[in-house]
């Protein structure tokens, strides 16, 4: 069982790598009801430059912000970089074991979504792994916009501020 | 090995929290953005922002960005997650219940309470049909006595103003949470240089930051910090929470935004809907005031120390309630719960009561005479017949505002003077006191 990265505090500097560094997000359990947390987070992430592309069979055959529906990750036609868990955790391993089958570089565990194991097994398969972390709210904080909303963000700098790029 | 964040200092985050320079001048200061709106890109944007989909700025009532930097500011130095300022301290503490009263809803609070927060809490709040139950904090198992299955919180005020009272904020943070509520400090007269209730377990900590944040006696404030480590959905008792809002088109803010949803509702609910808000201006005011609130509160500590012991031994005086002295009964919980000193605002007993104390506050000359605290200068007050005179004889003596009671705030002015001050005021009471009794 890796101990290496700390699962309950990951480092800015382990955050920003994994945000900047990659472009293609499989969102797994995006839902097509507008005012849902993933909804929230899939338009957020889209108009930060990230491609989004929804997993969820229950919405098969709709198109959710533009873009088309998948049943899983394997039938995603494109190089996934991130896949984005909104699932409880107890549905996480077969996510992980399909996203490590793709070859995804990162598993982004959401908020309240935790599976200790799985994460391990994707660390052993050379993915990074993020638990209990809202991607919306991580790029948020890093980028600054999070403190616009009175948040702590942690960051102490004498750095002008600027977005990701 | 993934590399740890770095942790800074409370000296360093009081300066740097919060404030970048600005990405398009460089301005090093944060800029007062006196501005009531915001543009959008395009209404796409707009209502992205109005359902809070993105993050960015609509109106000044509900954010605005030196307020915003003031904000991070209180609650990096709390150790908070998020926090709301808003227009006063008493507009914290109305905000601070809105996000989690409905009508019908209790609350338990400590009765040594500023005066202004008891009349709030006893008279107004009831139009809200909201109920406080008051109890003695000096047993925190009276907070767990008067618990009901409508109380939604838990109140304290530590290093009470006037009473200088020390509450055991981990024992009543424990009896919160058995109960499935949170514990909500105000920590105006601690600021969190010398006080940090969120980390004896305390979820929720007000200010009025017209206080010793401030710092300088400019500018009304007041904040409300969460720790975000309040679970709201333990128990059904917080809908507001864990429901959804129908302002919101059915958005769940606890769900939503997770351990910052308290932030969240506090500010797109309360403040936006009750409008307390905080002046870019007076943002700015207090936030320069913060820089300094290290030292500032050092040498307020080290004058009050020294002002206490010399009024313990003067000859008007009939007592000193110092939690820095050995005296006090509040001196070993001081240690505890304020390691780097009791505050500077305290009170002393007048020899010859109501009179007496009217003498002294009407006498001094350095000291100034007006209803505040936590300013550079140092002021004086009688509560008796000013902040707490709407009271009833009863409340007034529970509060530590009896007739003989004069209250001090100690600034920051050179010690030997402010003594010198006091000593002549005194003198004069004393005479005046000795010719009367003739």
């Known amino acids: ?165 | 090995m993934t590399k740890r964040n770095d942790a800074y200092g409370f000296e360093t985050r009081a300066i740097h929290a919060g404030a970048q320079p600005d990405p398009v001048t460089g301005a090093r200061n944060t800029p007062i953005y006196q501005t009531n709106a915001y543009v959008f890109d395009d209404v796409d944007h707009a209502a992205s922002l109005f359902n809070l989909q993105t993050f960015g700025y609509i109106y000044t009532r509900l954010t605005n960005p030196t307020v915003a930097v003031l904000e991070e500011r209180v609650a990096n130095l709390e150790g908070g997650r998020g926090a709301v300022a808003c227009a006063t301290g008493h507009a914290s503490q109305l905000l601070a219940l809105f996000s989690l009263m409905q009508p019908g809803d209790e609350f338990i609070s400590s009765r040594y309470l500023y005066g202004g927060s008891i009349t709030q809490f006893v008279h107004t709040f009831k139009k809200f049909g909201w109920h406080v139950h008051l109890v003695d904090p000096h047993d925190p198992e009276n907070f767990r006595r008067a618990l009901t299955p409508k109380c939604k919180a838990i109140f304290g005020e530590q290093l009470t103003n006037p009473g200088g009272v020390v509450i055991d904020l981990e024992a009543i943070a424990k009896i919160a949470h058995e109960a499935g509520i949170p514990f909500i400090v105000d920590n105006t007269i601690g600021s969190p240089y010398l006080s940090q209730p969120l980390a004896w377990g305390a979820d929720i900590v007000t200010h009025s930051m017209t206080k010793f944040l401030g710092g300088h006696g400019t500018s009304m404030g007041g904040i409300v910090v969460e720790s975000g480590k309040f679970d709201w959905g333990q128990n059904d008792k917080f809908p507001t929470m864990t429901q959804p809002d129908p302002a919101y088109h059915g958005l769940t803010f606890y769900e939503t935004f997770g351990d910052f949803g308290y932030t969240m509702k506090t500010r797109a609910v309360g403040l936006r809907d009750l409008g307390p808000s905080l002046s870019p201006l007076n943002a700015f005011m207090i936030l320069t005031g913060i820089e300094s609130l290290p030292v500032r509160m050092e040498r307020h500590v080290s004058n009050a120390q020294k002002i206490a012991d010399y009024l313990e031994g003067h000859p008007a005086v009939a007592w000193v309630s110092y939690a820095g002295l050995k005296s006090s009964r509040y001196y070993e919980l001081a240690k505890k719960y304020l390691p780097k000193g009791a505050g500077s605002v305290f009170t002393f007993g007048v020899k010859g009561g109501y009179e007496a104390g009217v003498r002294v506050v009407e006498n001094v000359q350095i000291f100034s005479h007006l209803a505040n605290v936590g300013d550079t200068r140092s002021l004086i007050l009688h509560p008796a017949s000013t902040t707490h005179r709407q009271l009833t004889d009863e409340q007034r003596a529970t509060a530590g505002a009896g007739p003989d009671v004069v209250r001090l705030s100690i600034g920051l002015e050179t010690v030997e003077d402010l003594i010198r001050d006091l000593d002549q005021a005194l003198a004069i009471a004393l005479r005046r006191g000795k010719k009367a009794a003739e």
């Open chain 1, 1 to 165: 069982m890796s101990d290496v990265i700390d699962r309950e505090n990951y480092s800015d500097e382990y955050l920003l790598d994994i945000l900047k560094n990659n472009r293609v997000v499989a969102m797994v359990g995006a839902s097509p009801n507008w005012n849902r947390p993933s909804s929230f987070a899939m338009k957020y992430l889209q108009s930060k430059g990230y491609r989004v592309i929804p997993v969820n069979p229950v919405a098969l055959g709709q198109e959710i912000l533009g873009e088309k529906v998948y049943a899983n990750l394997k039938e995603i036609p494109v190089k996934v970089d991130i896949v984005d868990i909104f699932r409880r955790s107890e549905a996480v391993p077969p996510i992980v074991d399909d996203a490590i089958a793709i070859g995804a570089k990162v598993v982004w565990m959401q908020l309240g979504v935790r599976h200790d194991e799985a994460a391990a097994k994707a660390e052993r398969a050379g993915l990074k792994v993020v638990m209990n972390r809202c991607m919306k709210i991580e790029f948020g904080r890093l980028s600054g916009e999070l403190s616009w909303s009175g948040i702590n963000s942690g960051i102490i700098s004498s750095k002008r501020r600027k977005l990701i790029a």
